[in-house]
């Protein structure tokens, strides 16, 4: 649960200043502290159910490793700028408090392809969980920080009737470059320093909420030397396309780079005489119109040309 306050960065949150969110990029968290944009995913049957499970999942982690544990679903800590709401503190004699996280998978693709068969953690849950331990019982109620940061924590797994289990021990580095990157992200927003979009998929929705396409509106890029690789990146995009070669994969990763580059342009001019144009497909997608000229023009001073169908043996996916 992020934070009611939009005061500090919830562990779910952080994990996007790391480039680690599947859900999250930088520039979406910045539309939401800056800007008040709604970022909150509507909830599916699997969040539901996980819901459901999770104080059966809490009594069985009890039992399996001998824990007290305090559930506390709806507590929001913070502690600086950071904060977190664990799915419970658990209690081991001789070690003391620690945080619980628990996951639930609900089929074994997922399980082999995102945990790697419980060989590995996905990183944004190492940072989660790492976070909840910082922040620990939070800051004191006068008003004043004290080291009240948790020794341990826990990942509880469950995966399709079975339970995994996942110790953690403190990561001092990591907790100072949590804290450091919050410092900078609420810098930003105070700032009013927008990043620019990272280019994912996840990004999408809410670019074309904040970034309609305008008719007729010309983003000319073509002197700035540092857009040079986007020409390679269109020629790569229009190659890849028109060959249908079977790596859509590609093929929609540049797309929606380049529509995040666009923003509410419609037409983009790129160094070598490279061009590329919007277009609305349906009522909320966008597709794009790339131009690739077959001798590509001069590029600005200083700058590396791989831009035209001739050089695309040099650029691999």
């Known amino acids: 649960m992020p934070d009611p306050d939009r005061k500090t960065l919830s562990a779910t949150e952080s994990p996007a200043l790391f480039g680690a969110s599947p859900y999250l990029t930088r520039w979406m968290l910045y539309q939401k502290f800056a800007n008040g944009e709604n970022l909150d995913k509507p909830a599916d049957e ?3 159910w996980g819901k459901k499970m999770q104080p059966i999942i809490i009594s069985q982690v009890s039992s399996d490793r001998g824990l007290e544990v305090v559930p506390n679903p709806d507590a929001y800590v913070r502690r600086g700028l950071l904060g977190c709401t664990r799915d ?4 081991a004699p001789g070690i003391g408090p620690g945080a619980l996280e628990i996951k ?8 082999m392809q995102k945990w790697n068969g419980g060989k590995t953690v996905p990183r944004e849950i190492e940072l989660q969980l790492q976070q909840q331990m910082y922040v620990g019982e939070g800051d004191d109620k ?3 920080e004290f080291n009240s940061s948790y020794d341990w924590g826990l990942i509880a797994v469950w995966v399709c009737a079975d339970m995994y289990y996942f110790e953690r021990k403190p990561v001092p580095e990591l907790w100072t470059d949590l804290e450091r990157k919050a410092i900078g992200f609420f810098s930003d927003v105070r700032s009013k320093r927008e990043p620019d979009p990272f280019g994912a998929a996840v990004e999408l929705p809410l670019l074309n909420k904040l970034y309609p396409m305008q008719p007729g509106n010309v983003l000319d890029l073509s002197a700035d030397q540092d857009h040079v690789k986007t020409s ?5 995009y229009d190659h890849l396309k028109s060959e249908k070669s079977g790596l859509e994969a590609n093929v ?3 797309r929606v780079e380049l529509l995040a580059l666009a923003k509410d342009a419609e037409y983009v001019k790129l160094p070598c005489g490279v061009s590329f144009r919007v277009k609305r497909v349906g009522k909320a997608g966008r597709t794009i119109d790339a131009y690739i000229p077959e001798t590509p023009t001069a590029a600005p001073v200083g700058a590396n040309v791989l831009a035209g169908r001739h050089y695309l043996s040099q650029l691999a996916p």
Do not use: H, N, P, Q
């Open 104 to 111: 639930c998978v609900f089929d074994y693709r997922v399980w």
């Open 46 to 48: 699997r969040m539901d």
């Open 232 to 236: 390679e990146k269109v020629s790569l």
């Open 252 to 254: 929609e990763k540049y």
């Open 88 to 91: 419970a503190t658990i209690i």
């Open 142 to 144: 006068r008003g004043y």
